[in-house]
Each structure stands twice: as C-alpha cells, then as structure tokens.
C-alpha cells in the first residue's frame, strides 16, 4: 500500500506521549523533534503525506502530571501552534 501523494489524504500517525516530567518521554519527543518533524513538515520527504497526532496521556499517580497536563491544554486552546 502505498502512501498518498499531496496534500490530499495524509496518513495520519498517532503519538501518544506520557507525562511531561518522565524522562522517557522527553527523550521520545526530542526524537521526533529531530528525527521525524523534518521530514513531515514544509518541505520534508512526506510533506503532506503523513498527520503527526501527538495524544497526552495524563499519569494521575504522578502528582504533577495533571497539573501539567491542564497548563498545556490552556496553551493549546489558546494558541494551537505555539511552536510556529
């Protein structure tokens, strides 16, 4: 199967990332930020080819997860792009 061409119908890709504070997760992200962001953005390899969806998973065991969690979700709603 292969991939859509253009900007028609990206494929869409499901991250789901932990909480902010875990280590793992920071190194996932920097991975993607390095590794994958390049090639789906303007200009990359699969530009337009492939939706990065990047899912939080909230860790109510770590205290402040939620917390974490709730900020960025007002700074999502508030401006969804804040990285451009």
């Given at each position: 199967?292969?991939?859509?061409?253009?900007?028609?119908?990206?494929?869409?890709?499901?991250?789901?990332?932990?909480?902010?504070?875990?280590?793992?997760?920071?190194?996932?992200?920097?991975?993607?930020?390095?590794?994958?962001?390049?090639?789906?953005?303007?200009?990359?390899?699969?530009d337009g080819r492939v939706k990065a969806i990047i899912r939080q998973q909230v860790q109510p065991w770590h205290g402040s997860s939620t917390f974490v969690h709730e900020v960025a979700l007002a700074v999502s709603s508030s401006k969804p792009n804040p990285l451009r």
């Open positions: 199967m292969s991939a859509p061409s253009g900007n028609h119908n990206p494929l869409p890709w499901h991250m789901y990332r932990k909480a902010y504070g875990v280590p793992n997760s920071r190194k996932m992200t920097n991975n993607f930020n390095a590794s994958v962001k390049p090639l789906i953005e303007n200009g990359g390899k699969y």
